[in-house]
C-alpha cells in the first residue's frame, strides 16, 4: 500500500503542466476539406499560445464564405468566425487567428484585465477608445488582433499595423497568465 501514494505522485509530476480543456470549436457551412483542416489545425496552434486563457475561451464556430466583403469577420451573438475562400493557407491562417482574437475578447472577460496595459505597451492613451479609430489599423481592437497574430503565427500579416515588440512580449506574458514581461 505504501507505493500507492508514491504512484499518485509520480502520475501528478508526470502530467502536462496544463490539463485545462481545449474550447469546443465547429466547422459549419460548406467549407472545403483542406478548410477545415487548415481550421482545425489553427484553432489548436491558437489555443497552445494561450495556455492560461482556455478556461475562459468560449465555444466557436467557424465557416468559409465565397463572398465576403473583408478577409474575415466576427460575429459575437453567434460566436461565429468567417474567412473568405479561395485564399491562400498563409491568407487564411492569418485570418483566423485575427478572428479567434476578437472572439476572446467577447468571451474571455480577463481580456479586458490587458487591455489597458496593452494599449500603454502600443503607445496609446490608457483611456483610448478600444474598438474606435480614425482606421481600421489604429483601432486599438485590431491591433490587438494583429498582435495575437505575432504571437501565434509570428512576423506581421499585415506591415501597415504597426505592432510594437513590447505588445507582443506584453501578449505572451499574458497568455502564460505572467505580466512581469520586462521593458
Known sequence: MRRLPALLLLFALAMPPSTA?????????????????????????????FPARRSCLAPVSVQGAWELDDRGSYDPVRRLVTVRIPGTAPNL?????HEFAHHMEFTCAEQ??????????????????WFEGRSWETTPSEQFAEAVVQVVLGPPAHPTVLILPRSVALLRAWARRDLRHGP
Open 21 to 49: 480543456r481545449v474550447p469546443d470549436m465547429t466547422i459549419g457551412g460548406a467549407s472545403p476539406d483542406d478548410l477545415r483542416a487548415l481550421i482545425v489545425a489553427t484553432w489548436g496552434r491558437f489555443v497552445e499560445a
Open 112 to 129: 479586458h484585465d490587458v487591455r489597458v496595459p496593452f494599449l500603454v505597451a502600443q503607445a496609446l492613451s490608457p483611456s483610448a477608445p
Open 93 to 97: 491562417r492569418d485570418s483566423l487567428v
